[in-house]
């Protein structure tokens, strides 16, 4: 894209993202974790056919941590059936290895804002060849869906992402209840623009999928949409620069406590997710130039709204007030006449 298509893609993607229904949806929504996971399924579904698009916008300063398999015979039984391990850099020119990487964001959706720490093992389709990002853990302050536990979220207090007028980078995220403690900082005003790996941030963002304790029988892989400008290039920092007070993450797979290479984004990042897709993934860059394209021409189309919550639920409150209204005036007729 030149800088003004890409300027309209961003308009685009960030009109699917209002903060009114994001919020309605979010807290209305929280109520379908309560529903049994065979429902949550159909309701996903169902919305995802109606809804094609959601935005996923991530704002600065989006973090990533690389560390080295330790263990790779454990790291691969995390990994959904037909892929591999796949050896893999954050950046171009730099050693490959089995990785696992460790990401920080705060991100706006089109149904839910907040921060998330996610882990993911590296891997590659055994039958493609193409590489992999698949979530196998992750912490949030905010709403969330995964194909193990369904509709769930808010797992983690403290959860911090942010920066400091000292060019400080401030994360942490701790969840009592798993025992998952992640809690870094880093000085962002040193490093330098690098390019990074393709294969790893292009091609490997077009097929995301779940393993290790997100693991379902029934999860499908999703493919992000977006300009692949945006995984040109990255600021690389020195490990000096890291300072990793505790990481519990995938405890003896690595060595959470040993990175090998950093790297943060310092400008915001405009995915957008085609849920109509099924388990349909792209194909190559050719397949999301041509879905970048179908998203801009495309007119009409449903976005996610919190009155498709609210006048439900209002509705049903209607009703149950009617319903109570009427038996109580039914009991009080009956003890005065009879």
Not at 72 to 99: H, I, N, V, W
Not at 157 to 173: I, K, M, Q, R, S
């Amino acid at each position: 894209m030149s800088k003004n298509e890409y300027g309209d893609f961003v308009r685009k993607t960030e009109s699917l993202v209002k903060p009114l229904d994001s919020t309605a949806i979010s807290f209305l929504g929280d109520f379908n974790k309560y529903l049994p996971l065979k429902m949550q399924k159909s309701i996903m579904e169902k919305g995802s056919r109606k809804i094609p698009y959601m935005g996923f916008i991530v704002d600065p300063y989006c973090f990533f941590l690389s560390f080295p398999v330790a263990d790779a015979d454990a790291a691969r039984t995390m990994l959904p059936a037909g892929y591999e391990l796949a050896q893999t850099s954050l950046f171009k020119a730099e050693a490959k290895r089995f990785s696992v990487i460790i990401s920080a964001f705060s991100v706006r959706t089109s149904v839910f804002a907040g921060m998330r720490v996610e882990c993911y093992l590296i891997a590659r389709h055994a039958v493609t060849g193409r590489l992999a990002w698949i979530i196998v853990d992750y912490e949030t302050n905010t709403s969330s869906h995964d194909p193990k536990s369904g509709f769930c979220g808010y797992s983690c207090d403290p959860a911090l992402f942010t920066t400091t007028p000292y060019g400080e980078l401030l994360v942490e995220a701790v969840n009592k209840g798993n025992g998952n403690r992640y809690i870094v900082s880093a000085d962002l005003s040193g490093g330098r623009m690098r390019e990074l790996d393709r294969d790893l941030w292009v091609e490997g963002n077009l097929s995301v999928d779940y393993g290790g304790k997100l693991l379902a029988a029934d999860s499908m892989p999703f493919s992000l949409i977006f300009d692949p400008v945006l995984m040109k290039e990255a600021k690389q920092l020195d490990l000096s620069a890291v300072e990793l007070r505790a990481n519990t993450f995938l405890k003896g797979v690595i060595d959470g406590e040993r990175p090998t290479s950093a790297v943060f984004f310092p400008y915001a990042q405009h995915f957008v997710i085609r849920q109509d897709l099924g388990d349909q993934e792209l194909a190559g860059e050719d397949d999301l130039a041509a879905q970048v394209k179908t998203f801009m021409d495309r007119r009409g189309f449903k976005t996610m709204s919190g009155d498709d919550i609210k006048k439900p639920l209002l509705r049903s409150l209607m009703i149950s007030s009617i319903v109570n209204a009427a038996i109580i005036i039914f009991l009080a007729v009956k003890l005065l006449f009879f």
